[in-house]
């Protein structure tokens, strides 16, 4: 029996297969908008899509992003009609509050947990009143990826309107990206080695399609419209490349070849971090909030980017520096690094944040070191 493939047969054969397609678009895109995790929604949805849908984080014309107001998930996560995480804040501030707002980046949000009321500083303000602070409240304003740079706007264009009497800085991990730039000449004050400006609106051919865009997950980095942390990398940033190789066993090759890893940390050293801080001591101190900063913890679990050399000696710097601008600028300063438990159990997989066990813990210990100085008689 002989087939003939005529025009009618093929226009039959294409329009089977494009109502096959929208079909499963449409079914995926049912899936991606009413069931999926929201991490998934993030990764594969359109931008068009995206933009009915409130995620995480928004976009804000001087942070690049931050905590989407009003934000709650079915995990018992809660952001505020201020985008901060957690419950409202009373504004103006009420006569008799002390309020403490932490900074930081995603360790002083603590993404790691998934209810706002596991957070370390929600948790801090609980213990702060445990020890008869009752007047003491605590904002978390971490916001996750950020560095010194945000942060420092963040303290200018956000905290400052919540007329804080003390700010928390606690944040290293994302400072060692800010140094692993390549070459040294992408090292700069503006931080564009680490990122680059964010490019929203898809313009490929699978930025339209649910299905297209899971297709080409598969062979390629697609750039994720729902994580806006995820489209502003620059193309200098070799912090992932060298953890790849380092994990896979192909160190050194590539640019690791020319200079090694530890050689580019210590070709960028942290003077742009150093600026930022002390810019934020000399605003904090000039609007008349007290600062604390803090030494930077982790738990260096084999498998993970935290028993990496270049991570090591990145925050060992990180924390002397820390202390070196504490001392110079007579604020406060707490070694928290030295009294934090290393111990798996109290850190999820990637020992740079703390789960709920740890969450505990820290918020514990900063109580402890806070409690005799707020409730002492110089206390505002």
Do not use: C
Request: aromatic letters at 14%; charged letters at 25%; a negative charge.
């Amino acid at each position: 029996m002989k087939y003939t493939f005529d025009a009618k047969t093929a226009w039959l054969f294409i329009v089977s297969i494009l109502i096959a397609f929208s079909l499963l678009e449409f079914g995926l895109r049912y899936w991606l908008s009413n069931y999926a995790p929201e991490h998934l929604f993030a990764r594969y949805a359109t931008y068009e899509m995206i933009q009915e849908k409130p995620l995480r984080y928004s976009r804000h014309p001087y942070l690049s992003f931050y905590p989407t107001p009003n934000y709650t998930n079915e995990k018992g996560e809660r952001h505020n009609s201020l985008g901060y995480r957690g419950e409202e804040i009373i504004q103006p501030k009420p006569d008799g509050v002390y309020r403490v707002v932490a900074i930081g980046g995603s360790t002083t949000y603590t993404a790691a947990v998934s209810s706002y009321k596991d957070a370390y500083p929600y948790l801090l303000e609980k213990e702060l009143k445990k020890h008869g602070l009752e007047n003491v409240e605590v904002i978390n304003a971490g916001v996750p990826f950020y560095d010194s740079w945000p942060i420092l706007v963040n303290f200018q264009f956000r905290v400052l309107d919540l007329d804080p009497d003390l700010i928390i800085y606690y944040e290293g991990d994302n400072e060692i990206k800010t140094r692993m730039v390549y070459p040294h000449e992408s090292y700069r004050g503006d931080n564009t080695g680490r990122v680059s400006p964010p490019s929203i609106t898809g313009t490929r051919i699978y930025d339209t399609s649910v299905a297209l865009r899971m297709i080409f997950s598969r062979f390629a980095d697609i750039s994720h419209f729902g994580d806006l942390s995820k489209l502003n990398s620059a193309e200098t940033l070799v912090h992932f490349d060298y953890l790849n190789q380092y994990f896979s066993g192909e160190y050194p090759k590539g640019i690791f070849k020319e200079k090694s890893a530890l050689e580019i940390l210590e070709d960028n050293p942290p003077i742009y971090t150093e600026r930022n801080l002390r810019n934020l001591v000399s605003v904090a101190k000039k609007q008349g909030v007290d600062v604390l900063f803090s030494t930077y913890a982790y738990s260096p679990l084999k498998g993970e980017r935290t028993e990496t050399p270049v991570y090591q000696k990145a925050v060992e710097e990180h924390n002397s520096l820390i202390e070196d601008i504490a001392k110079r600028e007579k604020i406060l300063f707490y070694d928290f690094a030295s009294e934090m438990s290393r111990e798996p159990r109290y850190w999820i997989t990637d020992g740079v944040h703390v789960n709920e066990a740890g969450s505990a813990l820290k918020a514990e210990l900063f109580a402890d070191f806070l409690t005799p100085l707020l409730a002492g008689p110089n206390r505002d």
